[in-house]
């Protein structure tokens, strides 16, 4: 198991599980990618799952810019033209969130890793909430697919700031 306890930052998950119950039906066509897949890429990419064109990964709250007053806040995620799906599952065009905080992207091609700064949504939560000590930080989330890797292409946000004020 590879979950890192995160006391501090994570109070509630809520999940979202009635975004995959529509793609049970494609299971054969996951299979049928994969084997195109190993045969037509190379061997990193063979074992990386497609995102499909104009998938978009965004964070709907907070804001870029926005002040938090005592540093608890609902993460809301957004994604586009993909579904959620919980880890383990692979079904074609899904994946699940990961929340980076104060960090950068991680490595494209591997596991994303699993800490305070990589928060993984492995139940299939769209939002979340985390609480963060005062001063500014980053948030930006990337998909990953049923093995955490993120996808080919990768399907991230963009990197917003937050201030967190004691009060
Ligand atoms: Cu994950």
């Known amino acids: 198991m590879r979950r890192t ?13 009635a975004h995959c119950g529509g793609l049970r039906t494609a299971v054969c066509a996951t299979l049928v990618a994969l084997c195109f897949g190993i045969g037509t890429g190379g061997v990193a990419r063979a074992e990386q799952t497609q995102s499909p064109p104009g998938a978009e990964e965004y964070i709907i709250w907070p804001s870029d810019g926005a002040v938090i007053h005592g540093g608890k806040l609902w993460v809301r995620m957004g994604l586009r033209n993909m579904g959620v799906c919980p880890k383990g599952v692979a079904l074609p065009n899904t994946g699940h969130h990961h929340l980076l905080i104060d960090t950068d992207l991680p490595a494209l091609d591997q596991e994303i890793p699993s800490d305070r700064q990589h928060l993984h949504f492995g139940a299939g939560e769209t939002d979340a909430r985390i609480e963060l000590p005062p001063g500014k930080h980053t948030l930006q989330l990337i998909l990953g697919d049923h093995h955490h890797v993120p996808h080919v292409p990768p399907v991230y946000s963009k990197k917003i700031t937050i201030t967190v004020l004691k009060d």
């Open 5 to 17: 306890r995160v006391p501090l930052l994570l109070i509630r998950r809520h999940l979202a599980q």
